[in-house]
């Protein structure tokens, strides 16, 4: 099950997490839930975060998904403090 | 709305530029006739411009609607505002007329010289949820609204001030360091402060941090830890070893002088350098800082903090002579200082003025702590120690006391605990540290030895009165009460004195010593002299000390320059806090930071008594921030914007009357809620997701990388869509039909199909309806294509351990009996609602709404457009649901009676005079 919290709220913590979500695609590119599960947090907050990285310019998707279906998301360059 | 007042004249008004209100917009431009269409989102597109694809031609939605955005703003006879509110509309007086106040809201980004760069946006260090993505991803305060936005402007989203910014006395842009701590940007958080004064550490320690008391959070689990967190960056700057960062004007050739170097005159001295003023301070005692130098205690405030930030004010060229009273201002103007800044604080102690004050061994508050600070001898081991007064510095004496080895500190205060003036931490501090409190007692007699040394303080008991001009409740003797407290040190802290004696032939002065220059120029009645700070205001605090330090700055520096000595107090309003509070639902516990002060009952030595946060508490406690005015005032998109001047964080709506000889409402429809079905799951289950979502999903300008499910970002593999959500639906208090989101949801089970190929889609439907040219046979086709369609309405979703959703149903055209299925993803395929603005236009009331609340066609078989009020007319869904098609031949044809309206009205107009040749 997911706890949920408002997503005003989630997103508003997207610059604190950049640095550890940086972090944990630095050594080799992960999925959401391996990203999700390398901080500690929900999957469906992780993804926010990705999302809100992938669109500024932190992160970029590999192109093609697994087996699983899932993307795999590594640094895109901009460096987050 | 004042009727005598000249308003812009349009003959048409188009409130709402989605698809109906520019295409009735643009049919009107064509017939010739002047039109205002007026938008309050910062695009005009309204959704349209968000879908994917159209129905039934699978036409690309950006495509075929960027033409018309573009036509809307370039169109000759059409004037389009957008991020604007139409406010209200009335009658323009007898001729059929209207008049309309429109609220042009601040974009803060100056539309002419924006070049949609974006720099701003990706700047930005505020993340908001993105509401053209349908919240799915992140955009920022400072953004532009979508890819396609007419006109590619930026707007920031500013809601005023923040509470914390707002209160700051200092003007320190609280939330903006706050918030760029949060990203990690420490040195531009430093800079940031330092944009208002160059005493970052000394205000990180010493502040009273009046922004604390009005954080948001504080009404939540408690206040954000603003103070600690500049005090942060301050260290963190100091141990980087960076340089200040901060801009210096060239020279200007032009000199001040400043007359005392405490925070109102360092900060005055910082901010006139920075723009080029040759600056010198004059500083009467052998250290600079004054107070905070010379009196606030190391225990609070350590030396080399306070030397640290004076090196910032002598980093900037600024040249500090100590040693040096000033007596004769005129000289220093006659020495060739354009102008002159009094600056000297409160430096002496207010007498007790009680029997006995001479003795040896009575000695006042600030006196006191100077000596301490300047290692000056100070006998105080072993004695017993009383000090009078209520105030901060009383605390500070008689911690300092403790500090010193005193067999025992009384604070002897005439008033009660809780009508003390000083902090309430410091009163706390000091009880934990020992100090005794005698309250209700005020001093009638220093008693002396035969030596003449004191002896102890005879005092008087106090009951409180009625309360006086401060508010607090008058100190009144009982008669026959006196008591001694035995004592052979006395510390006078009951209040501090101007020293001013010799500026009073210059500047005019109030009986009890403190100058009384303009209250808004702080100039005196000599131009070139000015005051500023406690010389002006008695003592204060540091905070209200800078302020006012920054507005000497900026007095002198438009004095000189023959400007108008104003425009220094350009803060927005402080946003409501209830507002912001109910931005959000929820809102999960997020613990303040702890106390970080170490006390002991005993004190030995001036070590420092609050320990730095970490970096990561500091992290931490700044993503607690609520951002209460969204733009955090951070000026980050000033920095990254190229353009020299275009963003103003200043800025203010403007309000402008218009009129107009006809009105069309084109204000479209709002979405039906889902979270209002709680048996499907919506903002609960994060893989249950609406129809816009989906469709922004599948867009071109899509917020994720491809279609992902929300819970973890899984490509889905089994998709359900839940027809008929919030629509035909009497529990919901809707029983219409939406009318096209049968239609859309088929238009998007085409494109997932496409899509992910692999993809099995299933629709639980009531009906579908697929009445219109070519809708059956995109029905049929996506049948064709591989979904399915099931009929019979879902009476639940659940949701599995792994993000999967269980929808029960009943399969009435199958088995008939009640079925649970397995989805990834399930998209509710939610209906319209009214949008009820418009009938808030009218303050008249005389707008009619039909039985659903939409616009009223009073005559709609006939005239449909037409509204109840004669001259103002409805286009597209904002009088019922309709798709684009629908909406654009709706649009059309309420152009048409509009001009059939303005050209009856012409020609009851009376012929205009001929004029005499």
Same mark, same amino acid.
């Given at each position: 099950m997911t706890a949920n919290r408002d997503p005003r709220e989630v997103i508003r913590e997207e610059p604190v997490m950049r640095t550890r979500i940086l972090e944990a695609v630095q050594a080799e590119a992960r999925t959401v839930p391996d990203i999700a599960a390398a901080i500690g947090v929900p999957a469906h907050e992780a993804l926010v975060w990705v999302m809100g990285m992938r669109r500024y310019g932190y992160l970029r998707e590999i192109k093609g998904s697994d087996a699983d279906g899932y993307f795999r998301y590594e640094p895109a360059g901009r460096v987050a403090r | 709305m004042d009727q005598t007042v000249a308003a812009e004249q349009y003959d048409v008004l188009v409130v709402g530029a989605g698809i109906g209100g520019m295409e009735s917009a643009l049919k009107l431009g064509d017939m010739g006739y002047k039109v205002l269409l007026v938008e309050k989102?910062?695009?005009?597109? =309204?959704?349209m411009i968000l879908l994917s694809k159209v129905f039934?031609?699978?036409? !690309?939605a950006s495509c075929i609607s960027t033409p018309k955005m573009a036509a809307s703003i370039h169109h000759p006879n059409v004037t389009t505002l957008t991020?604007?509110?139409?406010e209200e509309i009335g009658k323009?007086? *007898?001729?059929g007329r209207f008049r309309a106040r429109i609220r042009r809201k601040a974009?803060?980004?100056d539309e002419a010289s924006c070049?949609? !760069?974006?720099l701003c946006e990706s700047a930005c260090t505020v993340a908001v949820p993105d509401q053209f993505n349908a919240d799915l991803v992140a955009r920022r305060a400072?953004?532009? *609204?979508?890819?396609?936005?007419?006109?590619k402007k930026a707007v920031i989203?500013?809601?005023?001030?923040s509470p914390c910014t707002f209160e700051c006395p200092a003007g320190i842009e609280a939330h903006g360091y706050v918030s760029l701590i949060r990203s990690g940007e420490y040195e531009k958080a430093h800079r940031l402060v330092l944009d208002a004064t160059p005493l970052v550490g000394t205000l990180g320690r010493a502040?009273?941090?009046p922004c604390e008391a009005q954080c948001t959070r504080g009404s939540l689990e408690g206040t954000l830890p603003i103070r600690r967190l500049k005090r942060f960056i301050a260290d963190q700057h100091a141990a980087s070893?960076?340089?200040?960062g901060i801009e210096v004007a060239p020279p200007n050739g032009r000199r001040v002088a400043i007359v005392g170097s405490g925070p109102t005159g360092l900060t005055a001295a910082w901010q006139l350098a920075r723009l080029g003023y040759a600056v010198q301070i004059l500083e009467?005692?052998?250290?600079?800082?004054?107070f905070l130098r010379l009196a606030i205690p190391s225990y609070r405030l350590p030396t080399e903090v306070v030397e640290r930030d004076i090196d910032n004010v002598r980093a900037l060229g600024v040249e500090i002579v100590t040693n040096s009273p000033v007596r004769d201002l005129a000289a220093l103007h006659e020495d060739g200082f354009d102008a002159v800044l009094v600056?000297? =604080?409160?430096p002496r102690s207010a007498p007790?003025? #009680?029997? =006995?004050?001479?003795?040896?061994?009575v000695v006042g508050g600030p006196e006191f702590l100077r000596g301490v600070k300047l290692n000056e001898? #100070?006998?105080?081991?072993?004695r017993d120690v009383v000090v009078v007064g209520g105030g901060n510095v009383a605390m500070d004496a008689a911690r300092v006391a403790r500090r010193l080895g005193a067999a025992s500190v009384t604070v002897a205060y005439r008033r009660g605990r809780s009508e003390m003036p000083a902090h309430h931490v410091e009163a706390e501090d000091a009880e934990r540290e020992g100090v005794r409190f005698a309250f209700q007692v005020a001093p009638a007699e220093v008693l002396g030895d035969a030596a003449g040394a004191v002896a102890g303080l005879r005092c008087v008991r106090m009951q409180l009165g009625q309360p006086d001009a401060s508010g607090r409740r008058r100190p009144e003797p009982i008669p026959g009460s006196e008591t001694t407290l035995a004592c052979q040190l006395v510390i006078g802290a009951i209040g501090m004195a101007p020293d001013t004696a010799a500026f009073a032939t210059l500047a005019t002065a109030n009986p009890n010593g403190t100058l009384r220059p303009?209250?808004?120029?702080?100039?005196?009645? #000599?131009?070139?002299l000015f005051a500023a700070g406690d010389v002006v205001h008695g003592a204060t605090d540091i905070t209200r000390a800078v302020g006012q330090g920054r507005r000497a700055a900026h007095m002198i520096d438009r004095f000189l320059d023959d400007?108008?000595?104003?425009?220094?107090?350009l803060r927005l309003p402080a946003v409501d806090k209830a507002a912001v509070l109910a931005r959000q639902a929820g809102y999960a516990w997020r613990g303040p930071a702890a106390d970080a002060t170490t006390l002991s009952p005993a004190p030995l030595d001036f070590t420092e008594v609050e320990a730095p946060l970490t970096e990561v508490d500091a992290r931490v406690a700044a993503g607690r921030c609520l951002d209460c005015a969204v733009c955090?005032? !951070?000026?980050e998109c000033v920095a990254a914007c190229?353009?020299?001047? !275009?963003?103003?964080?200043h800025a203010r709506d403007e309000e402008q009357d218009i009129d107009a000889g006809a009105v069309v409402l084109a204000t479209g429809f709002q979405l039906f809620a889902?979270?209002?079905?709680?048996e499907y799951g919506y903002?609960?289950?994060?893989?249950v997701i609406t129809g816009m979502q989906m469709d922004r999903l599948l867009a071109?300008? %899509?917020?994720?990388?491809?279609?992902?499910?929300?819970?973890?970002g899984k490509v889905p593999e089994r998709i359900a869509y839940v027809m008929c959500t919030g629509s035909r639906d009497e529990t919901v208090g809707n029983p219409l039909c939406s009318r096209f989101c049968c239609m859309y949801s088929i238009k998007q089970n085409q494109l997932l199909m496409g899509a992910l190929p692999l993809a099995d889609i299933t629709v639980h439907y009531m009906d579908m309806r697929a009445?219109?040219? %070519?809708y059956d046979e995109f029905y049929e086709q996506a049948k064709a294509m591989g979904a399915t369609y099931v009929k019979g309405r879902v009476a639940k979703i659940t949701e599995q351990p792994d993000g999967n959703l269980v929808l029960r149903y009943e399969d009435i055209e199958g088995s008939g009996t009640i079925v649970d299925a397995e989805y990834d993803l399930v998209v509710l395929a939610v209906g319209v609602q009214p949008n009820l603005e418009p009938g808030a236009l009218f303050p008249e009331g005389d707008l009619t709404l039909d039985d659903y609340r939409?616009?009223?066609?009073?005559?709609?078989?006939?005239?449909?457009?037409?509204?109840?009020? *004669?001259g103002v007319f409805v286009a597209g869904a904002a009088s019922g649901a309709k798709d684009i098609a629908d909406s654009i031949v709706h649009a059309e044809s309420t152009a048409a009676l509009v001009a059939a309206h303005l050209e009856r009205a012409r020609l009851r107009e009376p012929e205009p005079e001929a004029v005499p040749a």
């Open positions: - | 989102e910062p695009s005009v597109g =309204g959704k039934p031609t699978l036409d !690309c991020y604007t509110e139409v323009a007086g *007898a001729d974009r803060f980004v070049t949609g !760069c974006q400072a953004y532009i *609204a979508f890819p396609q936005a007419v006109p989203d500013r809601q005023g001030s502040c009273y941090a070893g960076e340089e200040l009467a005692a052998p250290e600079p800082g004054g600056a000297t =604080g409160t007790l003025g #009680v029997p =006995g004050e001479d003795r040896l061994g001898p #100070v006998e105080v081991a072993g303009d209250p808004d120029t702080l100039q005196t009645g #000599v131009p070139w400007r108008p000595m104003d425009g220094f107090d955090s005032g !951070c000026n190229p353009v020299e001047g !275009c963003i103003d964080l889902a979270d209002l079905k709680p903002g609960r289950f994060k893989n071109p300008t %899509r917020p994720f990388n491809t279609i992902l499910r929300p819970g973890d009445a219109g040219k %070519r939409y616009v009223a066609e009073p005559d709609e078989d006939l005239n449909p457009g037409a509204t109840s009020i *004669a």
